[in-house]
């Protein structure tokens, strides 16, 4: 049966087999970030290179990313998935048991290269397998997977098991990898055949020259650079007068980042309803409001404007993943990695520039900049808006 024609039951099931696959991939990226200071005291290694741990998979899912998308269009999703998840849960098990921090960060950059392809490959696999009339709300739930997967992660490391017997979370997360990844390979259909392939397929310099896809790209680096670079120096502000908000208190607040898990498919249905250029401005508008909200000097209305700009963030973030993967005809994997390399660097980006804006200027020119940046999206949400039929 083809995928396209799969009844109502069959196309859940796709999005559920994806949605735990996806969020297992995710648990692995953040999962050392919350013992870093028992990493400093075991291995004996100052914040600095402890946090390696994180950065190392992040540089590998920066590498592989783009290789990953070329292959995911090229040949079936079952290799890809079984080969990766192998590896995966391999470096999971080595950081469980080492002694050697060296060989932690080795087997965590490892881990980072195969990630891709349980997340860009799956994402690819997505807009080959749904129905158009799915797709938005499909991704907006492969969205809202990432966003469960790196919480998830986080608390799995410090929460889920405790703090000092974190090598215990390496062993969780390479089981919940296996399985997620067998049922994967068992049962989403149409994983054993390669994608179709398409005439005039771009490859990845012709979807940078193609501007229906190359906005798009650009929507993803401005929302996360003001998504990361927010989120990166809140802590820093919320500490000061006259908040001078608790370390136990800040950490609470950052579980508004809970919402996307809501918005993703939320934003799926508001882009199929009234179509992903006027999603992508109402998100916009809805995050520039609430970066004017936490400028206020006050705990509750930051905390307002902290859950809008989860809210907008994750509206733009899903209504251009389902935008970029609706409008693709090919090449979906190459379009997916590219979104996903944007989106990186815009946060890295974001959080670089920020810093030396918060160095000179403080909490209002990081706001006030990062308000300029998020004109991006919105800018071309409104040219989007009025091409549309």
């Given at each position: 049966m083809p995928i396209r024609t799969l009844p109502d039951k069959g196309l859940w099931r796709i999005q559920l087999l994806v949605f735990c696959l996806v969020v297992a991939a995710f648990s692995n990226i953040y999962i050392t970030q919350p013992v870093l200071p028992v990493l400093v005291r075991e291995f004996g290694v100052d914040a600095a290179t402890a946090s390696l741990s994180v950065s190392a998979?992040?540089?590998?899912?920066?590498?592989?990313n783009?290789?990953?998308?070329?292959l995911s269009d090229h040949y079936a999703l079952r290799p890809l998935i079984l080969i990766a998840a192998f590896m995966a849960a391999l470096a999971d098990l080595v950081c469980a048991l080492t002694q050697s921090f060296q060989l932690l960060v080795a087997a965590r950059f490892l881990q980072g290269l195969?990630?891709?392809a349980l997340t860009t490959c799956v994402a690819a696999y997505l807009a080959n397998a749904l129905p158009l009339q799915r797709l938005n709300v499909a991704m907006g739930a492969y969205v809202s997977a990432t966003v469960v997967g790196g919480l998830g992660g986080r608390l799995l490391?410090?929460?889920l098991h405790p703090p000092l017997h974190w090598r215990y979370a390496f062993f969780s997360a390479a089981g919940l990898l296996l399985v997620t990844s067998l049922a994967a390979a068992r049962w989403l259909p149409g994983v054993a055949r390669r994608p179709q392939q398409h005439q005039g397929q771009l490859g990845f310099a012709g979807l940078l020259r193609s501007w229906p896809a190359l906005r798009l790209f650009l929507v993803g680096f401005g929302a996360f650079w003001v998504f990361s670079a927010t989120f990166n120096f809140l802590p820093f502000h919320l500490s000061e007068p006259p908040i001078s908000a608790s370390t136990g208190l800040i950490t609470g607040l950052y579980t508004a980042y809970l919402i996307g898990a809501l918005m993703g498919p939320l934003s799926g249905r508001l882009a199929n309803r009234f179509g992903s250029p006027l999603t992508l401005v109402l998100g916009s508008l809805l995050f520039g409001l609430s970066l004017a909200g936490l400028a206020?000097?006050?705990?509750?209305?930051v905390i307002l404007a902290l859950l809008?700009?989860?809210a907008g963030f994750f509206t733009i973030h899903a209504a251009a993943n389902g935008a970029l993967n609706g409008r693709l005809s090919g090449s979906r994997g190459r379009g997916n990695a590219l979104y996903v390399l944007f989106y990186y660097v815009g946060g890295a980006l974001?959080?670089?520039v920020s810093g030396y804006l918060w160095r000179y200027g403080g909490w209002d020119?990081?706001?006030?900049v990062n308000a300029s940046v998020l004109s991006i999206p919105l800018l071309i949400g409104l040219y989007e808006l009025k091409r549309q039929p």
């Open positions: 998979v992040i540089l590998g899912i920066a590498l592989a783009l290789p990953f998308g070329r195969f990630i891709p490391g410090g929460f206020a000097p006050n705990l509750a209305l809008g700009s989860c974001g959080i670089t020119l990081v706001l006030g």
